[in-house]
């Protein structure tokens, strides 16, 4: 899987556990054990801390908090205004009470967002109610309560976290539209209408300068959330991906993402014809370097001769850890002698070096070559012959690289 290729990884738990249960093997040593763990337990962190903060700053609670303030400033700049037109004193009253209903709204949801689904309850209560005033004290039909009408509409559907939530509420909004125009067609005696043309204008005027500059936030604050919440998304995602593709100690690739490449230059071979070789190396007389010295040099030889074998290739090359202290390299468009060549260095480079870790020791590697030929079925078949031929070389003494024969076709 190339880092390039864009998974969306819907439940990182379960991908941390996959993580730390696959990279487990026969020959995993204590130290490394312990290691591994870590790093499957953090990828599993890594969800948790996202989930909280998508859930902590979710579009909806956002969304509320602008709304209440909105509604509050509005409020209190629409006072004087309605002063000035002379409005009825019922729509002080409803306008200051709707200021200390949302100041008290976002006091408990700014302190506390348990209390969210009841904030969202209330605001969406007072915001009907003032509707239902409005309409009787604004003119009804004539006045600017249908266009406040539309914006309570968006801002519903919003806060909507379920569908069965959303239908109640616009059927609850159908509901209270035909029953106000059913009081303005049959009951108009009821509804008080404005004074003069001018307050009218005024406050209709008003209602539409609002109700844009709501959408506008709320578009606004939707686009702008989106793109953060995608973006850290994005890079946890990033995160996750290097931990499920990364052998912890040694920082190669695990054996899952190699067999990947593998079936990639597998398939690019039965496509296009592009030859490629493996090399499959192992530590030789690991288990006695583990019990005469211990796991922790063991995992220091290892991260050791990793970072000697990497340093040796191309960049388009693959090397990952296979298991335990095998390493499978490929070597893309490389022919048989090349890659025999190449592992020869490598290993020369590994045993000329004396290592204080083991007392002035030398660690030397064991390696088998083999390279795709016309026929081949499947990739497997590949690692298995590299496999033979690491054994052959064990055989012969160690400290040898063994390769596959060339068979004409």
């Given at each position: 899987?190339?880092?390039?290729?864009?998974?969306?990884?819907?439940?990182?738990?379960?991908?941390?556990?996959?993580?730390y249960a696959s990279s487990l093997t026969p020959q995993l040593q204590s130290s490394e054990y312990s290691q591994r763990r870590l790093e499957g337990e953090n990828s599993m962190k890594l969800l948790s801390k996202l989930k909280t903060n998508i859930r902590n700053e979710a579009f909806d609670y956002v969304i509320f908090l602008y709304?209440?303030?909105?509604?509050?400033?509005?409020?209190?700049?629409?006072?004087?205004?309605?002063?000035?037109?002379?409005?009825?004193?019922?729509?002080?009253?409803?306008?200051?009470?709707?200021?200390?209903?949302?100041?008290?709204?976002?006091?408990?949801?700014?302190?506390?967002?348990?209390?969210?689904?009841?904030?969202?309850?209330?605001?969406?209560?007072?915001?009907?109610?003032?509707?239902?005033?409005?309409?009787?004290?604004?003119?009804?039909?004539?006045?600017?309560?249908?266009?406040?009408?539309?914006?309570?509409?968006?801002?519903?559907?919003?806060?909507?976290?379920?569908?069965?939530?959303?239908?109640?509420?616009?059927?609850?909004?159908?509901?209270?539209?035909?029953?106000?125009?059913?009081?303005?067609?049959?009951?108009?005696?009821?509804?008080?209408?404005?004074?003069?043309?001018?307050?009218?204008?005024?406050?209709?005027?008003?209602?539409?300068?609002?109700?844009?500059?709501?959408?506008?936030?709320?578009?606004?604050?939707?686009?702008?959330?989106?793109?953060?919440?995608?973006?850290?998304?994005?890079?946890?995602?990033?995160?996750?991906?290097?931990?499920?593709?990364?052998?912890?100690?040694?920082?190669?690739?695990?054996?899952?993402?190699?067999?990947?490449?593998?079936?990639?230059?597998?398939?690019?071979?039965?496509?296009?014809?592009?030859?490629?070789?493996?090399?499959?190396?192992?530590?030789?007389?690991?288990?006695?370097?583990?019990?005469?010295?211990?796991?922790?040099?063991?995992?220091?030889?290892?991260?050791?001769?990793?970072?000697?074998?990497?340093?040796?290739?191309?960049?388009?090359?693959?090397?990952?850890?296979?298991?335990?202290?095998?390493?499978?390299?490929?070597?893309?468009?490389?022919?048989?002698?090349?890659?025999?060549?190449?592992?020869?260095?490598?290993?020369?480079?590994?045993?000329?070096?004396?290592?204080?870790?083991?007392?002035?020791?030398?660690?030397?590697?064991?390696?088998?070559?083999?390279?795709?030929?016309?026929?081949?079925?499947?990739?497997?078949?590949?690692?298995?012959?590299?496999?033979?031929?690491?054994?052959?070389?064990?055989?012969?003494?160690?400290?040898?690289?063994?390769?596959?024969?060339?068979?004409?076709?």
């Amino acid at each position: 899987m190339a880092l390039t290729e864009r998974i969306y990884i819907l439940d990182v738990s379960t991908l941390g556990k996959t993580f730390y249960a696959s990279s487990l093997t026969p020959q995993l040593q204590s130290s490394e054990y312990s290691q591994r763990r870590l790093e499957g337990e953090n990828s599993m962190k890594l969800l948790s801390k996202l989930k909280t903060n998508i859930r902590n700053e979710a579009f909806d609670y956002v969304i509320f908090l602008y709304s209440c303030t909105f509604f509050i400033v509005v409020s209190i700049i629409t006072l004087p205004i309605d002063y000035l037109l002379g409005a009825p004193w019922i729509i002080y009253a409803i306008q200051f009470f709707s200021i200390i209903l949302n100041c008290f709204f976002l006091y408990i949801t700014t302190h506390d967002q348990k209390w969210i689904v009841f904030t969202k309850i209330g605001f969406l209560i007072n915001l009907y109610l003032l509707f239902v005033c409005m309409w009787f004290f604004g003119g009804g039909i004539n006045g600017p309560t249908l266009t406040y009408f539309v914006l309570m509409l968006g801002l519903s559907i919003m806060f909507s976290d379920t569908v069965r939530l959303l239908i109640i509420l616009i059927c609850l909004n159908v509901i209270i539209v035909i029953s106000l125009l059913y009081t303005n067609l049959f009951m108009s005696y009821a509804i008080a209408d404005y004074s003069n043309q001018i307050s009218r204008v005024v406050d209709i005027a008003i209602s539409y300068i609002v109700s844009a500059l709501i959408v506008t936030l709320v578009t606004h604050i939707v686009l702008t959330d989106y793109k953060r919440l995608s973006k850290e998304l994005l890079v946890e995602q990033q995160k996750l991906e290097h931990l499920s593709s990364t052998d912890p100690l040694t920082q190669l690739w695990n054996r899952r993402y190699i067999e990947h490449q593998l079936n990639k230059e597998f398939s690019n071979f039965q496509r296009k014809g592009n030859l490629f070789c493996i090399v499959m190396i192992d530590v030789d007389l690991f288990k006695s370097v583990n019990d005469t010295f211990g796991h922790d040099i063991g995992d220091k030889i290892l991260v050791y001769v990793a970072q000697v074998l990497k340093s040796s290739l191309r960049i388009s090359d693959s090397i990952s850890r296979y298991g335990g202290e095998e390493f499978l390299i490929i070597l893309p468009d490389t022919s048989i002698d090349e890659a025999v060549n190449l592992a020869e260095r490598m290993r020369l480079s590994i045993n000329q070096e004396q290592l204080e870790i083991l007392g002035g020791g030398k660690v030397s590697i064991s390696g088998g070559v083999a390279t795709i030929q016309k026929g081949a079925k499947t990739a497997e078949e590949l690692v298995k012959t590299a496999d033979s031929m690491l054994y052959k070389a064990k055989s012969q003494g160690r400290n040898k690289i063994a390769w596959q024969p060339i068979v004409d076709h």
